[in-house]
C-alpha cells in the first residue's frame, strides 16, 4: 500500500512516501525550488518521492493531508481574522477559496491524481511523526507550537498501532506565540529565526522572568492562558506584540539595531519559561497518562533542544524521542505514517528512525556538475578519501562534505553538511566570517562518535538529530572550544556507524589524528538559503564561498589545483 503525505500553505512545504508502512522517501519542497521554507503545494518533492518509490500519481492508494482545513478557516472566521482587510490575511483566504478546501481538484490539476484524499489533524500529524518513527511500543505523546486547526498544546497516548488524544490547549493561548512574539520583538523574522533566540539566551539572566508573568499565566497542571492586552497576533499581522508589551519591555529592537544585554535578558527569561512550562506540562501528562515512562515530543517547540534537555532531566519520563523533522516540515511524514498505522492489527518495526531520505546522486551526477562548474577533481579510495580528509580538517581546513541521500528535517546531519575542527578555538569566529556569514552568539554543533559520547558530554543515551543540548563534561570543553557554547552546553550529535558509516569513518579518522572523537558540523549553505541538495548546489555554494575543500562522493575538490 502507497500513502503519499503531503504538507503545504504555511510554511516548510514537504512531502513523504510510506509504503506498507516503511518511509521510502521524504524531502521538503524548499530544497528543490531553492526558496526557503517554501510553502507551495510540494510538487517537486512529490515527484521526488514518487521516482525514489518507482511508481506514477496512478499507483498511490491515498494521499494524507496534514491538517483539516475547514476547521483552520472555522478558526479564521470565528476569530475575527478573515474579516480584515490586509494583504497577509487575503494571501491566506485566497489559499483556502482556490487550494486548500479543494485538495482533490489541486492535486488532479497538477499532478494527474485522481485517488482518496484524506486529512488528518494537525497536532495529530505532529504526534504521529514522533510515535511511529520511535522505538517505543506504547508511550505519552506531546505536541507544542503555534497553532494548528485550533490546538497550540495537544496530549496523547499511544498503544500498540493506536494514538488517543486525552486533551489540548487552544488558540489564541499559545507557547508558541508567546515565542515567536519575542522573537519578533527582539528584531528577528517570526516562523524563521526561533532558534536565535535559544542560541541568544545563554548570553543573558532572566530578569525579565517576574514580568513575563504578568503576560504568560500557568496553572498547576502545566496549562497556561495568555494575558491577550500584550499582544496584537489575534488582529494585526503586521507584529506580534502589543504598545502593552514594549511599555513593560521597552523599545523593540530593529532589524539591524545593536544587541544590547537587556535584549539577552528577555531573551533568557523567555527560555526560562519555555523550559519551566515544558517541564511542568510533560509532569502533568505523565501523571495522567497512567505512569508512561516513554515521551514523545513534536511541534515547532520540539526544536528547542535545550527545552528538550530539561524535560529529559527533570520530568517524571525515563526516555524520551523527538524525530528530526518535529516541525511542520515533518507534517507530511506523521500524516502518512498516521494514515497507515493507526488502528492496524500487525507488529510495528522498532528499528531506530533513519532521516536519511532525500535524493542520492550517483558518480555520473557528480561528474556532470563539477565539469560544468569548472572545478578540478580526482577521485579517491574510501581509505585514503577518509585519512585526507581527517588531515585536511586537523589542519583547519573547511570542508564541504557531500555524500549520500539528503537529510529530511532543518539539520544536515552528516550528509549536505560543513565539517570543521572543533579544536581550534577561532574555528567558530572563521567559519562566520569567511563562510556562513551569521550572528557570532549562535553555536555550532559537535558530531561525536556514538560509542565516545558519554566521555565527552553528560548524555546517558544517543542524541542522534541535534536535538539535545548536554552539559560539555569537565575538562573537555577546552579540547572541543570551537562547539562548546558560552553556558558549558553543546548541541550534540551522536553519529553511529549503522546510521552513517561513511561520516562515522571520517570522525574515527580525525580521532585517530587528533585524540579527539568530534568535529564541528554546520549545514552545508549561507545565510538565507536552503541546506544544498544537488551536486549543481553544492559547486554553486563551495564556489560563492570561501570553503576550502568540497567531498562530494569520492572526488576531493580543491580550488586551488
Not at 483539516?68 to 481574522?81: D, I, N, Q, S, Y
Not at 479543494?102 to 485517488?115: K, P, T
Request: aromatic share 10%; net charge neutral.
Amino acid at each position: 500500500m502507497n500513502i503519499l503525505g503531503v504538507s503545504c500553505y504555511f510554511h516548510d512545504a514537504s512531502a513523504t512516501l510510506v509504503r506498507d508502512g516503511a518511509i521510502v522517501a521524504a524531502a521538503e519542497e524548499e530544497r528543490f525550488t531553492r526558496k526557503k521554507h517554501d510553502s507551495r503545494l510540494p510538487e517537486e518533492a512529490i515527484r521526488y518521492c514518487l521516482r525514489e518509490g518507482g511508481l506514477d500519481m496512478g499507483q498511490v492508494d491515498a494521499v494524507c493531508f496534514y491538517e483539516k482545513p475547514l476547521r483552520k478557516l472555522e478558526r479564521l472566521l470565528a476569530t475575527g481574522r478573515a474579516r480584515r482587510g490586509d494583504a497577509a490575511t487575503a494571501r491566506q483566504l485566497s489559499l483556502f477559496l482556490h487550494e486548500r478546501l479543494f485538495m482533490e481538484r489541486v492535486l488532479a490539476d497538477r499532478l494527474g491524481y485522481a485517488g482518496p484524499v484524506r486529512y488528518c489533524d494537525h497536532h495529530l500529524s505532529h504526534a504521529a511523526c514522533a510515535y511511529f518513527t520511535s522505538p517505543f511500543d506504547s508511550a505519552a505523546l506531546m505536541t507544542v507550537d503555534a497553532v494548528g486547526e485550533w490546538a497550540s498544546t495537544a496530549q496523547f497516548v499511544a498503544r500498540g498501532n493506536t494514538i488517543r488524544r486525552l486533551r489540548e490547549i487552544r488558540y489564541p493561548h499559545s507557547l508558541g506565540m508567546l515565542y515567536s512574539a519575542v522573537t519578533g520583538f527582539l528584531g528577528f523574522k517570526v516562523n524563521n529565526d526561533e532558534y536565535k533566540v535559544m542560541g541568544l539566551a545563554s548570553y543573558g539572566r532572566p530578569t525579565y522572568a517576574d514580568r513575563l508573568e504578568r503576560v504568560f499565566r500557568q496553572g498547576p497542571d502545566g496549562s497556561f492562558r495568555l494575558n491577550l492586552d500584550f499582544f496584537s497576533f489575534t488582529h494585526d499581522t503586521r507584529r506580534m506584540h502589543s504598545e502593552r508589551f514594549a511599555e513593560l519591555f521597552g523599545p523593540p529592537r530593529t532589524p539591524d539595531g545593536p544587541l544590547e544585554q537587556r535584549h539577552m535578558d528577555i531573551a533568557a527569561s523567555v527560555q526560562a519559561l519555555t523550559e519551566r512550562t515544558m517541564v511542568a506540562l510533560a509532569a502533568s501528562l505523565h501523571e495522567v497518562s497512567g505512569g508512561m515512562q516513554a515521551l514523545c515530543l513534536a511541534g515547532g517547540l520540539a526544536l528547542n533542544c535545550v527545552a528538550n534537555t530539561r524535560v529529559l532531566r527533570q520530568s517524571p519520563f525515563s526516555a524520551l524521542h523527538v524525530p528530526p523533522a518535529a516541525a511542520d516540515g515533518g507534517g507530511s511524514m506523521g500524516a502518512a505514517l498516521y494514515c497507515y498505522w493507526h488502528g492496524r492489527d500487525e507488529a510495528r518495526p522498532r528499528e531506530p528512525h533513519n532521516p536519511l531520505l532525500g535524493p542520492a546522486y550517483d558518480e555520473q551526477d557528480m561528474q556532470a556538475a563539477l565539469h560544468a562548474a569548472g572545478l578540478p577533481f580526482r577521485r579517491l579510495d574510501d581509505e585514503t578519501l577518509f585519512r585526507r580528509t581527517a588531515e585536511l580538517i586537523a589542519r583547519d581546513q573547511i570542508v564541504g562534505w557531500f555524500q549520500g541521500r539528503m537529510e529530511f528535517g532543518p539539520r544536515a546531519l552528516g550528509n549536505r553538511s560543513i565539517l570543521a575542527n572543533a579544536t581550534n578555538a577561532a574555528m567558530k569566529d572563521i567559519i562566520n566570517a569567511r563562510i556562513k556569514f551569521r550572528e557570532d552568539f549562535r553555536p555550532f554543533a559537535p558530531a561525536v562518535l556514538e560509542e565516545r559520547a558519554a566521555q565527552w558530554f553528560d548524555l546517558d543515551g544517543p542524541s542522534p538529530y541535534m536535538l539535545l543540548a548536554p552539559q560539555v563534561l569537565p575538562g573537555q570543553g577546552a579540547r572541543i572550544p570551537a562547539v562548546t557554547h558560552c553556558d558549558n552546553s553543546a548541541r550534540v550529535q551522536t553519529v553511529r556507524a549503522a546510521d552513517n558509516p561513511r561520516l562515522h569513518r571520517l570522525i574515527a579518522a580525525f580521532e585517530a589524528l587528533s585524540g579527539v572523537p568530534v568535529v564541528m558540523n554546520t549545514s552545508f549553505n549561507v545565510r538565507g538559503e536552503p541546506i544544498v541538495c544537488s551536486p549543481q548546489d553544492a559547486c554553486n555554494c563551495f564556489l560563492k564561498t570561501d570553503l576550502d575543500f568540497l567531498v562530494m562522493g569520492n572526488f576531493l575538490v580543491d580550488k586551488g589545483f
